[in-house]
């Protein structure tokens, strides 16, 4: 196993604004054929059409301010690829500082909405039974995008990547090729939703009836040679064997004072067991900090996502900076 522990300090970072190139965005969605979902994703990518540099409020989040449409992609280039899966309760949006950064650095980078798992469509249920339509989610995204055709065309399949935070993480995780064991898995989802028992019979019934088997199967897309995973939750899920079948480029990110998805118990159990994993912890970062900076509202009506909004910058320069190293270094 080759591992690294780095242990870095918000506080010695120097501070500075990165010169974002201009950022194009589009929408696409497709229809899951494993689980007949319709699922939406944001593509951005780099362009040579101008918008004015600047941070817009999107809902209760601070984003850069893109040009809508795909007419100023240059399609004589293929790009490097990154997919990125958002965490529990999350969308494509809320992670949107990680896409800016690397469209600036000449990456596409597209992020999926796990459908019946986002803030605005979220189903206890579904996650319940079927936790492992995550990872498939992701495939069938970049099955899509290969095939699509006008993105196809632009996307270098060799140099493709995936990055994840929280419930994303371990879904990049997953995807590199780490296995679930079925009796933890089960027990760690009991444990999370201690009360299912109580939803009416039709959703008790299916849950009752979850074949857990399928938390074992092997999510590896072999597509992917890079995973970056920020946050991982679920390490409970897992056994230390299920974790050494996993041989792809592994950076795993976390805070210190994450007291939501816990270092010891989730990023630091993955990369000890992980081949060829790097463990970067960030002095002082939370759980949200490796999210976007709140608008406004945000502060208003989510004020725990804009609690650490303080360190943000700091810890999404470590993390953007170690994250295109490895990138390069992986990406052959």
Same mark, same amino acid.
């Given at each position: 196993?080759?591992?690294?522990?780095?242990?870095?300090?918000?506080?010695?970072?120097?501070?500075?604004?990165?010169?974002?190139?201009?950022?194009?965005?589009?929408?696409?969605?497709?229809?899951?054929?494993?689980?007949?979902?319709?699922?939406?994703?944001?593509?951005?990518?780099?362009?040579?059409?101008?918008?004015?540099?600047?941070?817009?409020?999107?809902?209760?989040?601070?984003?850069?301010?893109?040009?809508?449409?795909?007419?100023? %992609?240059? $399609? /004589?280039? #293929?790009?490097?690829? @990154?997919? *990125? +899966?958002? &965490?529990?309760?999350?969308?494509?949006?809320?992670?949107?500082?990680?896409?800016?950064?690397?469209?600036?650095?000449?990456?596409?980078?597209?992020?999926?909405?796990?459908?019946?798992?986002?803030?605005?469509?979220?189903?206890?249920?579904?996650?319940?039974?079927?936790?492992?339509?995550?990872?498939?989610?992701?495939?069938?995204?970049?099955?899509?995008?290969?095939?699509?055709?006008?993105?196809?065309? %632009?996307? $270098? /399949?060799? #140099?493709?990547?995936? @990055?994840? *935070? +929280?419930? &994303?993480?371990?879904?990049?995780?997953?995807?590199?090729?780490?296995?679930?064991?079925?009796?933890?898995?089960?027990?760690?989802?009991?444990?999370?939703?201690?009360?299912?028992?109580?939803?009416?019979?039709?959703?008790?019934?299916?849950?009752?009836?979850?074949?857990?088997?399928?938390?074992?199967?092997?999510?590896?897309?072999?597509?992917?040679?890079?995973?970056?995973?920020?946050?991982?939750?679920?390490?409970?899920?897992?056994?230390?064997?299920?974790?050494?079948?996993? +041989?792809?480029?592994?950076?795993?990110?976390?805070?210190?004072?994450?007291?939501?998805?816990?270092?010891?118990?989730?990023?630091?159990?993955?990369?000890?067991?992980?081949?060829?994993?790097?463990?970067?912890?960030?002095?002082?970062?939370?759980?949200?900090?490796?999210?976007?900076?709140?608008?406004?509202?945000?502060?208003?009506?989510?004020?725990?996502?804009?609690?650490?909004?303080?360190?943000?910058?700091?810890?999404?320069?470590?993390?953007?900076?170690?994250?295109?190293?490895?990138?390069?270094?992986?990406?052959?």
């Amino acid at each position: 196993m080759v591992s690294r522990f780095i242990l870095i300090a918000l506080g010695l970072v120097v501070f500075f604004v990165n010169a974002y190139a201009s950022i194009g965005t589009q929408e696409i969605s497709f229809l899951s054929k494993s689980s007949r979902r319709t699922l939406v994703a944001e593509i951005y990518y780099p362009t040579s059409c101008k918008t004015k540099k600047k941070k817009i409020p999107h809902g209760i989040w601070m984003r850069e301010n893109y040009y809508k449409g795909q007419s100023c %992609v240059n $399609n /004589k280039k #293929k790009y490097p690829l @990154v997919l *990125f +899966s958002h &965490g529990f309760q999350g969308d494509r949006f809320g992670n949107s500082w990680i896409a800016e950064s690397l469209v600036a650095k000449g990456y596409i980078v597209v992020m999926i909405d796990h459908t019946f798992n986002t803030s605005y469509e979220h189903s206890d249920l579904f996650i319940y039974t079927s936790m492992w339509q995550r990872p498939l989610d992701i495939s069938e995204l970049l099955t899509d995008l290969l095939q699509h055709p006008q993105w196809g065309k %632009v996307i $270098n /399949k060799d #140099k493709i990547a995936v @990055v994840g *935070f +929280s419930l &994303g993480g371990t879904t990049a995780l997953w995807l590199g090729g780490i296995k679930a064991d079925k009796d933890k898995f089960k027990q760690a989802l009991d444990e999370k939703y201690s009360r299912w028992s109580d939803w009416p019979e039709y959703a008790a019934e299916k849950a009752r009836a979850v074949d857990w088997s399928k938390a074992e199967h092997s999510y590896k897309d072999d597509r992917i040679k890079v995973v970056i995973s920020i946050a991982p939750d679920l390490g409970e899920a897992f056994a230390a064997e299920g974790l050494k079948e996993m +041989s792809v480029p592994t950076l795993i990110i976390v805070g210190d004072k994450d007291k939501i998805t816990p270092k010891k118990k989730n990023a630091e159990f993955f990369s000890k067991s992980i081949n060829r994993s790097e463990l970067l912890v960030i002095e002082g970062a939370e759980h949200f900090t490796f999210m976007n900076k709140c608008s406004a509202i945000g502060f208003k009506i989510t004020p725990h996502l804009g609690a650490s909004d303080y360190k943000k910058e700091g810890a999404h320069t470590l993390v953007i900076d170690r994250c295109c190293d490895f990138l390069q270094k992986n990406l052959k």
